[in-house]
């Protein structure tokens, strides 16, 4: 299995632009999960969802964050308008099982980077 | 709400020498704890995980952790470092409350100098 596959896995972008990063998870996990690594913040979720239904979105910054997830083998993660602060590690994971079984499977995360 | 704390940000150890890594849990329930390791530019991976069955846990990588509930204290060990071993290691726990979510500690990077 190829495992969980993100990307790209870097941008450089300016602020203000459209940021859409993108991610697959592997065959048969039925739970999608978006994070975001930063140092000053740690690992934060930003949002997860189960049978590409959005369970939990509370960790979403603010409105220039979206995700969706169309079907059941690809998720997007939009960012727009980008600012300098959200410059950070963007992981996307999946599982299988139940989220408090803490089987998940990360991708290499997407770095990004807002001038 | 559940929360872990790992004491350590940075660990140093020698190729060879045993390796603790220390986390520290709040809750209020029976949890659910787990170590993760993140190699540089990777994604993280599932190193071990307690879910209220054996309290000595062990993991991939000839890692373990001892869930101690007298000390609420889940600590990551390893008998005998390798230079493979360096990364940042995290202790998560699942909160009940949030529907499952993981928390996760602040990291520690673990070094193993030759």
């Known amino acids: 299995d190829a495992g969980v596959i993100q990307s790209p896995r870097h941008e450089v972008t300016e602020m203000g632009q459209e940021v859409t990063l993108r991610c697959k998870p592997i065959s048969g996990h039925d739970y999608l999960f978006w994070y975001r690594q930063t140092m000053m913040r740690g690992l934060e979720l930003l949002i997860y969802?189960?049978?590409?239904?959005?369970?939990?979105d509370s960790g979403m910054p603010e409105d220039r964050f979206s995700a969706k997830m169309p079907n059941a083998s690809f998720s997007t993660l939009k960012i727009q308008p980008s600012e300098p602060r959200d410059s950070a590690v963007y992981f996307c994971?999946?599982?299988?099982?139940?989220?408090?079984?803490?089987?998940?499977?990360f991708g290499e995360g997407s770095r990004l980077t807002v001038l | 709400a559940q929360s872990v704390t790992q004491l350590d940000s940075h660990v140093s150890v020698s190729e060879g020498t045993p390796v603790l890594l220390r986390c520290n849990y709040s809750?209020?329930?029976?949890?659910?704890l787990f170590w993760y390791v993140q190699h540089p530019n990777k994604g993280l991976q599932l190193l071990l995980k307690?879910?209220?069955?054996?309290?000595l846990v062990k993991g991939i990588n000839g890692f373990e952790a001892e869930f101690k509930k007298s000390e609420t204290s889940f600590h990551l060990t390893k008998p005998s470092a390798h230079m493979s071993d360096a990364a940042e290691y995290f202790c998560?726990?699942?909160?009940?409350?949030?529907?499952?979510?993981?928390?996760f500690g602040q990291g520690t990077e673990l070094s193993v100098k030759p």
């Open positions: 809750s209020s329930y029976s949890p659910s």
């Open positions: 307690y879910t209220s069955a054996a309290t």
């Open positions: 998560v726990v699942s909160d009940p409350n949030q529907g499952g979510k993981l928390i």
């Open positions: 994971a999946s599982s299988f099982r139940v989220p408090n079984t803490g089987e998940l499977f």
């Open positions: 969802f189960n049978n590409n239904v959005p369970i939990d």
